[in-house]
């Protein structure tokens, strides 16, 4: 579903939309850089498509460091349930890498 199917959809049910993409006023605001939503702003209702830390959890490079600090939490080694990983932009995970080849 492309972005203005659904920007049709809410307008055929009624939703309004502010042509001031900067207003504080809305009741949902959907961006495509999460740096578009100032998250310190909102209001209460208001709802955006962009979460605040959400590069860690919708990156793979964020994914694998958040599958790495899972041994704080809880008894488990994330390389028995996720692929083997590397952050290519780290020099261990890189030599690591190439260990592999």
Known sequence: MRAEDTRQ????RGWLENPDHNSAFFDLKWAVRSVDIDH???LAGQIVNH???GVRLTTKVGLLYCLRETSWFVDA???S???RS????QA?????????L
Do not use: I, K
């Open 40 to 42: 310190a702003a909102l």
């Open 51 to 53: 979460f605040v830390m």
């Open 81 to 83: 349930f996720f692929p």
């Open 77 to 79: 080694d994330c390389h």
């Open 86 to 89: 590397y952050d290519l932009s």
């Open 92 to 100: 261990g995970d890189r030599d690591a890498f190439l260990q592999v």
């Open 9 to 12: 959809g809410l307008l055929q």
